[in-house]
């Protein structure tokens, strides 16, 4: 299978003797634990299944209701935060779908009134649709950007509203199923053994990634193929998982996912959320970060270079990028760039990116290789589920249960005090 290919060259020197193996023994045995379900969490393994034991009438429901979006509207305003947007966001700039379905639009994914306002000036004029996606339905920054945007609906087209509004949540608890049942919205279910952060591959990725023109019979066919291999012992997910495991325990508690394209900012953001919410708790967990090069090597390569050796970087290298552009010649190579005349673009990101992992394997910062053929539906679902179970497993490998999140509702409890909500 041609998929992701893990590159350990440069952390294999921080390694002790039989570390690795042992180490990957370890990510195996994590392994079938997840697969024979007796770990911790185990009640929200939905997600292991989804690649190929999806529901074909549900998807087909999917692809129908992003085909009607795309028939009716310029835009689609999809509402949602944290696990209900990211991986939406993340495919569709990886995947470069801009233009080719209907525009997606975010909402409620903070509590800014500035964008609010911005958002309801843009579409004042536009042809739009809204999907809401919020698994328990009463999270409060999707809530008040559904309240505002179904009430610029229903101002906008009247009755008509009601075909132009969609929704994805739980089967059947949540203020958002309420209001669905009521007005008749076609809905979508993110079924209950699946948390937030692991749904990229239900409706609430699939359903704006369709309606944006991606193809996402493919992605899950990409997902399903890693499904089939990562169980493996000597699968790159698990040697993924082995490698971040002993670099941890020897104290280098901060990952940098580093990426080489811009389309694949939202990725890292998305990687981000799924390790941060996964493994940092018991005061435990590697501190996930992101870059995106080389720009941030002209403001973080300075401290990845020569600050606190407590990180390593996992990099994403894109093997065949979609598009290049050839350097041309200048007449009096005035600029100093003759030497790079008549080579592409791509060439010279890509020896960036061999001289950035060179200079900072040396200057004591690991580096792990991830590399991804293109970015198409097919391999980004592939990394989505390499993502997924390197974090189950490596979550079981440190100790914590990978699937809960306990320490998000700290914050919203003093939020509502001050806010006045009542009960609290
Ligand atoms: O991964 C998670 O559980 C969170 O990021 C949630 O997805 C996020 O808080 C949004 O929750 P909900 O979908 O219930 O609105």
């Known amino acids: 299978m041609e998929g992701i290919k893990i590159d350990l060259t440069y952390c294999a020197g921080f390694f002790n003797g039989s570390e690795f193996d042992e180490s990957l023994e370890t990510a195996a045995g994590m392994a079938d634990s997840l697969d024979k379900k007796t770990g911790r969490g185990r009640e929200y393994l939905g997600w292991m299944d989804l690649p190929h034991k999806y529901d074909r009438g549900e998807i087909k429901r999917v692809i129908e209701a992003a085909a009607r979006i795309r028939g009716q509207s310029e835009y689609l305003i999809n509402i949602g935060i944290g696990g209900s947007y990211l991986g939406a966001k993340a495919l569709e700039d990886a995947l470069h779908l801009k233009g080719k379905g209907a525009g997606i639009l975010y909402a409620g994914n903070s509590l800014s009134g500035t964008e609010m306002s911005r958002l309801l000036s843009f579409i004042e004029d536009k042809e739009v649709s809204l999907n809401v996606v ?4 009463t999270t409060t920054e999707p809530a008040i950007a559904f309240r ?74 990409g997902a399903a193929e890693v499904r089939r291999g990562c169980v493996k012992k000597d699968s790159e997910c698990l040697k993924y998982a082995a490698a971040r495991n002993i670099l941890y325990n020897s104290g280098k508690t901060t990952e940098i996912l580093g990426v080489y394209e811009n389309s694949l900012r939202y990725f890292a953001e998305w990687w981000k959320q799924l390790f941060g919410e996964s493994e940092g708790k018991e005061n435990k967990g590697l501190f996930p970060a992101s870059v995106v090069f080389s720009a941030d090597l002209h403001s973080m390569g300075q401290y990845i270079q020569q600050g606190i050796r407590n990180i390593f970087e996992t990099i994403i290298s894109v093997e065949s990028p979609p598009l290049d552009v050839i350097i041309p010649p200048a007449g009096d190579d005035g600029d100093g760039l003759g030497y790079l005349s008549g080579k592409t673009m ?27 053929p293109e970015q198409n539906e097919r391999h980004m679902g592939q990394l989505v589920y390499f993502f997924e179970y390197a ?21 919203k409890k003093e939020m509502f005090r001050m806010l006045g909500k009542p009960g609290h």
Do not use: W
Request: net charge negative.
């Open 391 to 411: 974090c189950a497993v490596s979550g079981y490998m440190l100790g914590v249960n990978p699937f809960d999140q306990p320490g998000v509702e700290d914050y």
């Open 134 to 137: 919020s698994k328990s339905g």
């Open 148 to 221: 505002i945007l179904k009430n610029h609906m229903e101002k906008r087209y009247g009755a008509g509203a009601r075909d132009r509004i969609f929704a994805v949540t739980d089967s059947s608890r949540g203020a958002v199923k309420d209001i669905c049942d009521r007005e008749g919205y076609t809905s979508f279910v993110i079924p209950d053994n699946i948390g937030g952060r692991y749904s990229v591959l239900t409706p609430v990725g699939l359903l704006p990634l369709s309606a944006a023109g991606a193809d996402i019979l493919q992605l899950l066919e």
């Open 346 to 372: 791509n060439y010279v990101n890509e020896t960036a990116l061999k001289a950035t992992v060179s200079a900072h394997t040396a200057g004591g910062v690991p580096n792990i290789i991830l590399g991804l």
